[in-house]
């Protein structure tokens, strides 16, 4: 085995030969035996142990083992204990997905504090298998299919092309200790249900299953990587980003063939989990919003828009009359003018006068009106974004200059014709705001 993960290393991962690496060590057979293969190879390693404190002294005698051995061999150790059932009750997260949380971010703190390059992990060929039928299991798409990476940015594991049966007969030819986790044996857990159930039969019925099923995983992530390349090619073409947002063009998503393919593509990193929400978005009445924690998604008539969430914004600024420049939460500049020509939409003219001091600035709210420049009465705002095809996002990030309880100016949009200029305005006022 030592040779061939030698020249598995050297036609897939060579950069590993020189640099600083961590190796996570359990202490079972897997991670043992990637430890063993390091040092054979004579690698720049240093060992991370977590201990979980979730089998009682078993735990404690794993953590012992690992410490052990590194003292033995003069190979930095490092180590981590976690109250981890008290800590995934708290987030309300399952004890697994909890353990795998704390020792990845465990893990990555400890490369950068300690200035290693990489993370080794022991996952080997059965993993892959067993981890493509749990996802089976449970309904999945191209990332649950794909199998476990080789390579997830500093994390590599690079046992994957090993099956279990050949890590085993190494550590008995070498003569490598380990331990073993009694809770491996309990078919409670899925994963071990399928490792000892499902997969033995799977070998029985073709002794060359793994081998098959790695073909296959090779098979499915070039079409993965075919998939991932055309939904980009689309994306480069229908997908817009306006200031903070990005809009989705319908039109052209709906003559897709795979729409909903598409817009997991795009959305799958942003936190969102009401997929069937969102495969129906596009036939929603336009305002329909979906949430994830740190973001929206938005029906808007002809698009889907994404937007970070973000409270919207109550404050009050005031406007003294000295104030010649406002620098916060907008730039506005003030300045008395004889010239009232401008075709420039963010400047407008008033009547100086007409103006009750402090003036303020602030968002819209429910129930504002106005009376729009060169209109006979008012209008509500409502109404007047709704005929501006404004988004949601952009009804929220207009500000409006007010004068006591009037609106002045929806800024950049529309001034309000009761401050307008006439025939008998003595002090004209030139305001002028800055994107």
């Given at each position: 085995m030592i040779n061939a993960f030698q020249n598995h290393i050297s036609q897939q991962l060579p950069f590993l030969q020189t640099k600083k690496l961590i190796v996570a060590v359990s202490g079972g057979i897997d991670s043992m035996v990637l430890l063993e293969l390091c040092q054979q190879l004579d690698w720049s390693i240093a060992v991370a142990h977590c201990n979980f404190s979730l089998r009682g002294l078993e735990s404690d005698e794993d953590e012992i083992f690992v410490r052990d051995y590194c003292q033995e061999r003069k190979i930095p150790f490092y180590l981590n204990r976690f109250n981890t059932a008290e800590f995934a009750e708290q987030i309300g997260m399952s004890i697994q997905m909890t353990a795998r949380?704390?020792?990845?971010?465990?893990?990555?703190?400890?490369?950068?504090?300690?200035?290693?390059?990489?993370?080794?992990?022991?996952?080997?060929?059965?993993?892959?298998?067993?981890?493509?039928?749990?996802?089976?299991?449970?309904?999945?798409?191209?990332?649950?299919?794909?199998?476990?990476?080789?390579q997830?940015?500093?994390?590599?594991?690079?046992?994957?092309?090993?099956?279990?049966?050949?890590?085993?007969?190494?550590?008995?030819?070498?003569?490598?200790?380990?331990?073993?986790?009694?809770?491996?044996?309990?078919?409670?857990?899925?994963?071990?249900a399928l490792?000892?159930?499902?997969?033995?039969?799977?070998?029985?019925?073709?002794?060359?299953?793994?081998?098959?099923?790695?073909?296959t995983i090779l098979y499915l992530q070039e079409t993965k990587n075919l998939a991932d390349w055309a939904v980009?090619?689309?994306?480069e073409k229908a997908l817009r980003q306006h200031g903070n947002e990005f809009h989705l063009d319908l039109y052209q998503l709906n003559?897709?063939?795979?729409?909903?393919?598409?817009?997991?593509?795009?959305?799958?990193?942003?936190?969102?989990?009401?997929?069937?929400?969102?495969?129906?978005?596009?036939?929603?009445?336009s305002g329909k919003q979906i949430f994830a924690p740190d973001f929206v998604l938005l029906k808007n008539r002809t698009h889907l828009i994404l937007y970070a969430r973000h409270e919207v914004r109550q404050e009050v600024f005031t406007i003294e009359k000295t104030n010649l420049s406002v620098n916060f939460p907008i730039k506005l500049e003030f300045c008395s003018t004889s010239d009232i020509s401008s075709d420039d939409a963010n400047t407008i003219f008033v009547d100086a006068d007409l103006l009750d001091y402090p003036l303020t600035l602030r968002t819209w709210q429910e129930g504002d009106?106005?009376?729009?420049?060169?209109?006979?009465?008012?209008?509500?705002?409502?109404?007047?974004?709704k005929d501006e095809k404004y988004s949601l996002t952009a009804k929220e990030r207009q500000w409006l200059l007010c004068s006591g309880n009037k609106i002045v100016w929806v800024i950049g949009k529309r001034a309000d014709d009761r401050f307008k200029i006439t025939n008998n305005t003595k002090t004209k006022l030139k305001i002028t705001f800055s994107e």
């Amino acid at each position: 085995m030592i040779n061939a993960f030698q020249n598995h290393i050297s036609q897939q991962l060579p950069f590993l030969q020189t640099k600083k690496l961590i190796v996570a060590v359990s202490g079972g057979i897997d991670s043992m035996v990637l430890l063993e293969l390091c040092q054979q190879l004579d690698w720049s390693i240093a060992v991370a142990h977590c201990n979980f404190s979730l089998r009682g002294l078993e735990s404690d005698e794993d953590e012992i083992f690992v410490r052990d051995y590194c003292q033995e061999r003069k190979i930095p150790f490092y180590l981590n204990r976690f109250n981890t059932a008290e800590f995934a009750e708290q987030i309300g997260m399952s004890i697994q997905m909890t353990a795998r949380q704390l020792r990845y971010d465990w893990f990555e703190t400890l490369r950068v504090r300690e200035g290693y390059d990489y993370i080794l992990t022991a996952h080997q060929a059965d993993d892959v298998a067993e981890t493509f039928l749990i996802n089976l299991t449970r309904g999945t798409g191209w990332d649950g299919l794909t199998g476990i990476p080789q390579q997830n940015g500093v994390v590599v594991r690079p046992l994957l092309p090993f099956s279990r049966k050949e890590i085993e007969n190494y550590a008995a030819e070498y003569l490598i200790s380990w331990r073993e986790d009694s809770s491996n044996a309990e078919n409670y857990y899925q994963r071990n249900a399928l490792r000892h159930e499902v997969l033995p039969v799977l070998k029985d019925m073709n002794p060359a299953f793994l081998a098959n099923f790695q073909k296959t995983i090779l098979y499915l992530q070039e079409t993965k990587n075919l998939a991932d390349w055309a939904v980009a090619q689309f994306l480069e073409k229908a997908l817009r980003q306006h200031g903070n947002e990005f809009h989705l063009d319908l039109y052209q998503l709906n003559a897709m063939p795979a729409p909903r393919a598409i817009l997991y593509y795009w959305l799958k990193s942003y936190g969102f989990t009401a997929w069937d929400d969102i495969y129906h978005l596009p036939e929603a009445e336009s305002g329909k919003q979906i949430f994830a924690p740190d973001f929206v998604l938005l029906k808007n008539r002809t698009h889907l828009i994404l937007y970070a969430r973000h409270e919207v914004r109550q404050e009050v600024f005031t406007i003294e009359k000295t104030n010649l420049s406002v620098n916060f939460p907008i730039k506005l500049e003030f300045c008395s003018t004889s010239d009232i020509s401008s075709d420039d939409a963010n400047t407008i003219f008033v009547d100086a006068d007409l103006l009750d001091y402090p003036l303020t600035l602030r968002t819209w709210q429910e129930g504002d009106q106005f009376h729009p420049f060169g209109m006979n009465g008012s209008k509500k705002l409502s109404k007047f974004f709704k005929d501006e095809k404004y988004s949601l996002t952009a009804k929220e990030r207009q500000w409006l200059l007010c004068s006591g309880n009037k609106i002045v100016w929806v800024i950049g949009k529309r001034a309000d014709d009761r401050f307008k200029i006439t025939n008998n305005t003595k002090t004209k006022l030139k305001i002028t705001f800055s994107e």
